[in-house]
């Protein structure tokens, strides 16, 4: 029996489950401040007899085990979560394994282990939603160096017709401030769900992802892209990011995955809205197996 949490900025999902990736019983719990939301997360786990816990979390946070602040929420702006110690927070309560990571580096590890990338050993996992954020396995590894991927915060070339200015509050117009969800009502005056037979919209955010993508496709070479997120549930948008990735690679990633197949390359999750949880029962597998 494995424990799982997926700590989302409006709420964390929590579950057991088995190391295959089956979800036995799960709860949602409203992500208020940590007085309010961890006590609930402990209740539901003490029910549950699990031999160890995988933690995929909203970031900036500390993933580097010889780091003295590690399994921290570290400079996050939503309140109470600032330097926040999820890990010894739980390990004074669960003293098990525990596996914490960034929630799409564990996603990544999901559909790699159980979804769209099952049976390789690379995958990009990205998500569209209030913000915009990546992770990655590559050689069955997950992806970190001195931290883990900030890939949501590349810079992109602003479309010559778009006057928006970008809502990140670090870089303005970088790719979560440009196609993020809140930069799409910001730019449009409505929500991206009430926007969805607005062909220009679409357009307009595909430009943007797509020049991530590239980015991504040139430096790290993952052998699939999964894209989910509230955003990414615009079915349209995909044929649209097939044909920008296309035209801005211009050939020079002359590849069938590219040329012939992108419709089966940059794809949604195969576990859809679970990549994430079972992502991090995936890691708490990985702090089991680690812990022998």
């Keep these: ?50 031999q160890a816990l995988g933690i995929g979390s909203f970031g900036p946070i500390d993933i580097d085990k010889t780091s003295e602040t590690y399994g921290n929420i570290t400079s996050t702006p939503k309140p109470g979560w600032g330097d926040y110690p999820f890990v010894r927070t739980m390990q ?17 590890l999901g559909e790699l282990m159980h979804g769209a990338a099952q049976g390789l050993d690379s995958c990009l996992y990205i998500t569209v939603g209030t913000g915009i954020g990546a992770g990655a396995v590559f050689q069955g590894q997950l992806l970190q160096g001195m931290s883990h991927p900030e890939m949501g915060h590349v810079p992109v070339r602003r479309h010559p ?3 928006y200015e970008g809502f990140c509050p670090y870089h303005g117009d970088c790719a979560e401030g440009m196609a993020a969800g809140p930069a799409i009502e910001g730019r449009w005056n409505e929500k991206a769900v009430n926007l969805a037979d607005q062909s ?27 894209m989910g997120g509230g955003v990414m549930k615009q079915a349209q948008i ?44 995936m890691l708490a597998k990985k702090a089991l197996e680690e812990s022998h």
């Design 92 to 108: 004074e309560v669960f003293p098990i394994p525990i596996e914490f990571n960034t929630d799409v580096n564990g996603a990544a």
């Design 200 to 226: 220009e919209v679409w357009t307009l955010e595909a430009y943007y992802l797509a020049q991530a993508l590239v980015q991504y496709i040139l430096i790290l070479s993952p052998k699939k892209i999964i």
């Design 238 to 281: 995909f044929e649209l990011i097939h044909t920008q990735v296309q035209t801005l690679l211009n050939g020079y990633v002359a590849l069938p995955q590219i040329t012939a197949h992108i419709h089966e390359y940059i794809v949604p999750p195969a576990l859809g809205d679970n990549a994430g949880i079972v992502g991090a029962l």
């Design 1 to 50: 029996m494995l424990g799982a949490i997926e700590a989302g900025g409006t709420k964390f999902v929590c579950a057991v489950g088995t190391s295959d990736g089956e979800i036995i019983e799960r709860i949602q719990v409203e992500t208020g401040t940590p007085e309010e939301t961890i006590p609930k997360v402990i209740a539901f786990f003490k029910k549950h007899p699990i």
């Design 161 to 163: 017709d778009d006057t």
